[in-house]
């Protein structure tokens, strides 16, 4: 038994630019190499149940949810706990945020959000997006946060303890 939870063919990029595997050589490596003498794999999601079926794989695919421990997102953070990391953060107390929170991957398409909140900002009054994480791709964002003009409305909070996770959703 297997758990296959991540699209390598999503991170080719990151192995010589791209250019050593192809996306088709990853689906065969996958297929044939990779899920071959299995008896059954899990999956996280339909999404990746379907891509399996269509790399061509017959053996059984049992999809099992990655598990949240939604308690933790439960907890209601006094105004206090909240303008503690607003002010660390150089905001305004009143500022609205809209939050991103997650590794920072060219595959997650961040920079698609620019685009819109760049347009949406200026409908919104006192309101920034904050992303928070980091990754491989940090860099760039920053410079396309830069080239868009969009410094005073784009902040990035860098990495957090996932114990202040729910406490920066709830700033949102």
Do not use: W
């Not at 990151?14 to 192809?22: E, N, P, R």
């Not at 868009?148 to 114990?163: Q, R, S, Y």
């Amino acid at each position: 038994v297997h758990t296959y939870h991540t699209l390598y063919e999503d991170y080719l990029k990151y192995i010589l630019g791209g250019k050593l595997i192809t996306k088709r050589a990853s689906i065969i490596l996958t297929r044939f190499v990779l899920l071959s003498g299995l008896e059954c794999i899990i999956v996280p999601t339909v999404k990746v149940e379907t891509i399996l079926l269509n790399y061509g794989i017959k053996k059984p695919l049992v999809v099992i949810p990655t598990g949240i421990d939604i308690s933790r997102f439960q907890r209601i953070y006094t105004s206090k706990e909240k303008e503690t990391v607003k002010s660390a953060l150089k905001l305004e107390q009143d500022t609205k945020l809209v939050v991103y929170i997650g590794r920072i991957g060219e595959e997650k398409n961040i920079q698609e959000l620019f685009t819109y909140f760049g347009e949406a900002v200026k409908l919104l009054e006192n309101t920034k997006l904050m992303i928070v994480g980091g990754g491989p791709y940090l860099k760039v964002l920053k410079s396309i946060v830069q080239e868009l003009n969009l410094t005073e409305v784009i902040i990035f909070a860098g990495m957090i303890d996932p114990e202040k996770v729910p406490l920066y959703y709830q700033l949102s």
